[in-house]
């Protein structure tokens, strides 16, 4: 059962081809244009006492403004919360 998650969670992450900021590891952070390693450091280090929802919230972290926002959102890389909740309920049954 759980090769089956496993299997389900990586083949929807290919089919949206997505960053899930909340999640990504420093090296996912790093192939959104115009972030770095030490903007990547930066992010992972804010989300570990405040969530990140939507793009809008990496400007809350020094240093990032609305080009890199900008660039998330152009190259889609938040997963919807509602397709997380879709693979969780799928990953309880």
């Given at each position: 059962m759980k090769k089956i998650v496993a299997l389900l969670m990586l083949c929807v992450s290919f089919m949206f081809a997505a960053i899930n900021l909340q999640t990504a590891t420093k090296e996912e952070l790093m192939s959104i244009k115009g972030i770095g390693d030490k903007k990547a450091d930066q992010i992972i280090e804010y989300r570990k006492t405040n969530k990140i929802n939507e793009p809008e919230d990496l400007k809350n972290i020094k240093g990032i403004g609305d080009s890199i926002v900008t660039s998330v959102k152009e190259s889609d890389t938040?997963?919807?919360?509602?397709?997380?909740?879709k693979i969780e309920t799928k990953k309880d049954k």
């Open positions: 938040v997963i919807k919360e509602k397709v997380e909740k």
